[in-house]
């Protein structure tokens, strides 16, 4: 199963600067706070339970970024990685690991397994946007989320 923002029509995604990014993690409570988080961003992304159909997803949506939860049921995170890593269609697609595993062999372990970067839970909204900015640069929105609260709190 797997959910996509309102901005997915074919429409917004051709004419859309903000990046794309795939969210996948297991739980729903993390699932809707990374969705408020990536929404405050500006960015579009489509949020998915499911593992089994991450590759899938990933080929029809060609996302600018893929967040990965590691700890799945079914088909891992490092499973999925190493699938999308071999597939043409979403070799080059950068895939951060978003895990509670912190420690310095656990990131080894992580980008030997192909991941481009982590994000270790919990995170800041700071930390994911300093993440995607890392990842993608000139993709997101030049104001960052405190900016953008200042401005709201101004008009």
């Known amino acids: 199963m797997y959910l996509t923002h309102s901005f997915m029509n074919d429409e917004k995604k051709r004419s859309s600067q903000q990046p794309l990014i795939l969210a996948v993690e297991d739980h729903d409570d993390s699932l809707l706070l990374i969705s408020y988080a990536l929404e405050s961003l500006g960015c579009r992304f489509i949020c998915q339970t499911d593992s089994s159909a991450t590759l899938l997803v990933a080929k029809e949506y060609q996302p600018d970024l893929i967040m990965l939860d590691i700890l799945l049921p079914g088909l891992s995170g490092i499973d999925v990685v190493g699938h999308l890593k071999r597939e043409p269609l979403t070799c080059e697609i950068p ?22 970067d982590y994000i270790s839970k919990p ?33």
């Not at 895939?95 to 992580?110: K, W």
């Not at 990842?135 to 900016?147: H, I, T, V, Y």
């Open 123 to 155: 995170y800041m909204i700071e930390d994911l946007e300093t993440m995607i900015h890392r990842m993608l640069p000139g993709k997101l929105n030049p104001l960052s989320a405190f900016e953008l609260c200042q401005d709201w709190q101004i008009s």
């Open 95 to 116: 895939v951060v690991a978003v895990t509670a595993l912190a420690g310095r062999e656990d990131r080894d372990l992580l980008l030997k397994a192909g991941f481009n």
